[in-house]
C-alpha cells in the first residue's frame, strides 16, 4: 500500500557531504508522514539511530553526528532527507529511513511504520 524509496547514497571522500531521500508513495489514499528518523548501521555494529523528527517534539541526533547532519522533511511531495556534511569514514553504513504514516482512508485514518531499503554510504578516500 505504502512504500519507501531511498536514494542518494555512494561514495564520497572523507569531508565530503551526501543528501539521502526517502520518498514515500502509495497506489490508494492519500497519506501523511507523522513521525520520522534515519538509522545506519555498519557492518558487525548494530542498528543505532541517527537522527530523529517526532511530530509532536524536537529534533534530535546521535552524538557523533550533531553540528555535521540536519534531519528535515517535504510534506508536499511526502519525502524525509538527512543532510549529511563534514563525512567521516566512521559514517560508513548503511542507511534506512523509518517513517510513521497515516493514511487517509476516509474512516479509519490508520497509522503504520515504514521502512526504507536501504541506502549504503561509503566514506572513504
Known amino acids: 500500500q505504502v512504500q519507501l524509496v531511498e536514494s542518494g547514497g555512494g561514495l564520497v571522500q572523507p569531508g565530503g557531504s551526501l543528501r539521502l531521500s526517502c520518498a514515500a508513495s502509495?497506489?490508494?489514499?492519500?497519506?501523511?508522514?507523522?513521525?520520522m528518523g534515519w538509522y545506519r548501521q555498519a557492518p558487525g555494529k548494530q542498528r543505532e539511530l541517527v537522527a530523529a523528527?517526532?511530530?509532536?517534539?524536537?529534533?534530535n541526533y546521535a552524538d557523533s553526528v550533531k553540528g555535521r547532519f540536519t534531519i528535515s522533511r517535504e510534506n508536499g511531495k511526502n519525502s524525509v532527507y538527512l543532510q549529511m556534511n563534514s563525512l567521516k569514514p566512521e559514517d560508513t553504513a548503511v542507511y534506512y529511513c523509518?517513517?510513521?504514516?497515516?493514511?487517509?482512508?476516509?474512516?479509519?485514518?490508520?497509522?503504520?511504520?515504514?521502512w526504507g531499503q536501504g541506502t549504503q554510504v561509503t566514506v572513504s578516500s
Open positions: 502509495g497506489t490508494g489514499s492519500p497519506f501523511s508522514i507523522l513521525d
Open positions: 523509518n517513517v510513521r504514516i497515516r493514511i487517509w482512508t476516509g474512516v479509519e485514518n490508520p497509522v503504520k511504520d515504514y
Open positions: 523528527m517526532p511530530s509532536g517534539g524536537s529534533t
